[in-house]
Antibody, heavy 122, light 112 residues
């Protein structure tokens, strides 16, 4: 059974940093692209970043480009999101999601974790 | 403001057919990028409902169907049931700027 478990969320002050992790199990991790998607409680979904199967291709939403870095370690079945220069508007529940192909861009996300909450507040 | 436009809400009585539209532009749906649909029940993570415009993952009832035409897509639910009450999101790829995944703003389905 496919499982995605996010961790690393918490409360951080504006300008601070956090590193989110997503541990995958139940499938061959290196066969899939992965995305991070966030959601402000009570609001809609917002794509944050994506990475292809071997980490050789990545993409970022305009709102996080230059501040966030996505990476993966296929040996550890893990996906990461390094978040720097955090702002109040980054406050959200962050989901990792498996993409139905090797690449991150064009296919649907067929499995999602339960999310980890990031709160940016002074 | 979302790149893909959905109605904020739709409603229907049990057994009725409802449709949810998703309107894009020439840089996303109109560029023939696939559209995917998700269902999000209250307090739950999103669930893939339709992928590649009209394909259902295993386990999704055939009451759910999707289509794409021009710069728009739609999700149809025939014979709605109480358990279908949820938020629904469309998603595609947009090739403007450096390329990004885009979501619709979401549609709340209320079963009356």
């Amino acid at each position: 059974e496919v499982h995605l478990v996010e961790s690393g969320g918490g409360v951080v002050r504006p300008g601070g940093s956090l590193r989110l992790s997503c541990v995958a199990s139940g499938f061959t991790f290196e066969d899939y692209g992965m995305n991070w998607v966030r959601q402000v409680p009570g609001k809609g979904l917002e794509w944050v970043s994506g990475i292809n199967w071997n980490g050789g291709g990545t993409g970022y939403a305009y709102s996080v480009k230059g501040r966030f870095t996505i990476s993966r370690d296929n040996a550890k079945n893990s996906l990461y999101l390094q978040m720097n220069s955090l702002r109040a508007e980054d406050t959200a529940l962050y989901y990792c999601a498996r993409i139905q192909s090797l690449e991150w861009e064009l296919s649907g996300a067929d499995y999602w974790g339960q999310g980890t909450l990031v709160t940016v507040s002074s | 403001q979302s790149v893909l436009t959905q109605p904020p809400s739709v409603s229907g009585v049990p057994g009725q057919r409802v449709t949810i539209s998703c309107t894009g532009s020439s840089s996303n749906i109109g560029a023939t990028y696939d559209v995917h649909w998700y269902q999000q029940l209250p307090g739950r993570a999103p669930k893939l409902l339709i992928y590649g415009n009209s394909n259902r993952p295993s386990g999704v009832p055939d009451r759910f169907s999707g289509s794409r035409s021009g710069t728009s897509a739609s999700l149809a639910i025939t014979g709605i049931q109480a358990e279908d009450e949820a938020d629904y999101y469309c998603q595609s790829y947009d090739n403007s700027l450096s390329g990004s995944i885009v979501f619709g703003g979401g549609t709340k389905l209320t079963v009356l």
